[in-house]
């Protein structure tokens, strides 16, 4: 009890630090899991000195923050906006998996002179892709909705597949012929699991007369546990009903769904500072350098070898361009799930488990600072990349809600065929707006005659009916101008 002051006073700080450094993190286009666990190495014995280094404990407080950060993507991915991007997402979160662990275990086999089971199971580690990095990295950096939906499907379902190969193999399990059966099994009873609990949910949710608005929130987010804990007890995935039970429950008309998704958004930061804090805590850097090289060397494997071939060979069927295959090679974030999945290892006492832990911490550290850093010149160096294109303004809007309204943010940048548009000339469709043009920092409610300018902000009110066909317009004045139609641009 002597010490409860002096543990929450901690907590207390570090968690305003993390808030702080979501701020900084999104100035500088990088996610905020490297500051999380810059703080918890602080805190670690390297720092402060608190001494943390307990495997188990740790990979069950990392697998219970992914149940709510899968959540949280759940609930707040638009059906519509990946829906286009389904085939994709789901070839790119199993078929480019296995190549995945193929080639990595392959290559690591050869180079780090791994024996076959330990190079496997490295590659499953490296293998899943992290929703935390890829929802606060991607979401901002303006990339068409359907590259943008297929990645965020595969970071929400490969933890699933990629989980399920790192039990297996850290089990000492028999590989055989039954091993794909078991696979399809529990990604399909996941699945059936998620879809059930989420129509289940959202049909109770909706004739349900809770007492007090903030108890909506709460059994949402206890329906998507509840997913998770049936699909581990059928032996199924828990991860993947988690994430479809969120995702059929966050496109439901769900009373009071933005103080849902406000509060899921909350407890989503909350699991990732807390995960990222830990695992920074668990790590030892004196360890860390001794698995510099063999770390730098997974990461070049898995970013300039494996990535590249899963992508090419998932999306065979699709025949992408090259640039968008390029840019999903270059965009599979690696984040805390591969260090949680390598906890897994280590828990069951594998030879050379701590080792790869310690790699991978290495590797993560690097792959962020390189890819996250990146991306977004990347993507613009592609030519995939207008930051012009509408975005969902982050907002506590709950009149919205009940007007069946959405709010959408649009900057007009240099070399927009925006720019000299009136507002009678934008075409939006009945049922949207713009109430609100934001110039050199002051606003006004824009008439029929206001013209558009470059870097004008623009506060777009629709109707939820419409919201699609509002940005399929926007995007298609800003690469067309007023005479869009005639051009044949529609915006898609």
């Not at 002597?2 to 207390?12: A, E, R, T, W």
């Not at 595969?154 to 597949?161: K, Q, T």
Request: proline letters at 4%; a positive charge.
């Amino acid at each position: 009890m002597d010490q409860l002051p002096v543990l929450l006073g901690i907590g207390g700080v570090v968690l305003l630090a993390s808030v702080v450094a979501v701020r900084v993190s999104t100035r500088l286009g990088l996610p905020s899991l490297l500051l999380y666990l810059g703080m918890g190495v602080a805190l670690g014995e390297s720092g402060i000195g608190i001494q943390f280094d307990n495997p188990g404990l740790t990979q069950s407080l990392g697998l219970a923050a992914l149940v709510m950060i899968l959540t949280e993507g759940g609930l707040t991915t638009r059906w519509q906006a990946v829906k286009p991007s389904l085939g994709l997402g789901i070839l790119l979160s199993t078929v480019a998996v296995v190549v995945s662990i193929a080639v990595t275990g392959a290559a690591l086999h050869w180079l780090l002179g791994l024996d076959w089971r330990l190079a496997l199971l490295w590659g499953s580690v490296l293998a899943s892709t992290d929703a935390a990095a890829v929802f606060s990295v991607l979401r901002s950096v303006g990339v068409r909705p359907k590259i943008v939906g297929a990645l965020e499907l595969e970071s929400g379902i490969n933890d699933a597949p990629a989980y399920i190969a790192v039990i297996v193999l850290s089990s000492g399990a028999t590989v055989d012929w039954t091993l794909p059966l078991l696979v399809v099994y529990e990604l399909a009873a996941g699945l059936a699991i998620g879809l059930l609990f989420g129509w289940l949910g959202a049909m109770a949710l909706r004739r349900s007369a809770l007492p007090a608005t903030g108890l909506y929130p709460l059994a949402t987010v206890a329906v998507c546990i509840v997913a998770y804990s049936s699909g581990q007890l059928a032996h199924a995935s828990g991860l993947l009903a988690t994430y479809v039970a969120a995702l059929v429950l966050g496109n439901s008309k769900l009373p009071h769904r933005s103080d849902t998704l406000s509060f899921a958004e909350g407890l989503g930061w909350l699991a990732q500072i807390g995960l990222f804090v830990l695992l920074g805590l668990f790590a030892s850097p004196s360890r860390l350098l001794e698995t510099l090289v063999p770390g730098l060397v997974a990461g070049a494997v898995v970013l300039l070898l494996a990535r590249p071939l899963s992508v090419v060979i998932a999306l065979l069927p699709f025949r992408l361009p090259w640039r968008e295959q390029t840019f999903l090679s270059w965009a599979g974030l690696r984040g805390a799930v591969p260090i949680v999945l390598a906890m897994i290892p280590l828990s069951e006492g594998v030879p050379g488990a701590q080792r790869l832990v310690d790699a991978v911490f290495v590797l993560v550290i690097v792959l962020t600072l390189l890819q996250g850093a990146t991306l977004g010149p990347f993507a613009r160096r592609l030519g995939l990349a207008k930051s012009s294109e509408a975005q969902e303004v982050e907002v506590d809007a709950a009149p919205l809600d009940e007007l069946g309204a959405e709010l959408l943010q649009v900057r007009i940048q240099k070399g927009s065929k925006l720019h000299g548009v009136y507002i009678s000339e934008l075409g939006l469709p009945a049922g949207a707006t713009v109430s609100l043009v934001v110039r050199r920092g002051s606003g006004f409610t824009p008439q029929k005659t206001s013209r558009l300018q470059e870097d004008d902000q623009l506060l777009v009110v629709t109707t939820a009916q419409v919201r699609d066909a509002t940005e399929r317009r926007l995007r298609a004045v800003d690469r067309a101008g007023r005479l869009a139609r005639w051009r044949g641009e529609l915006g898609r």
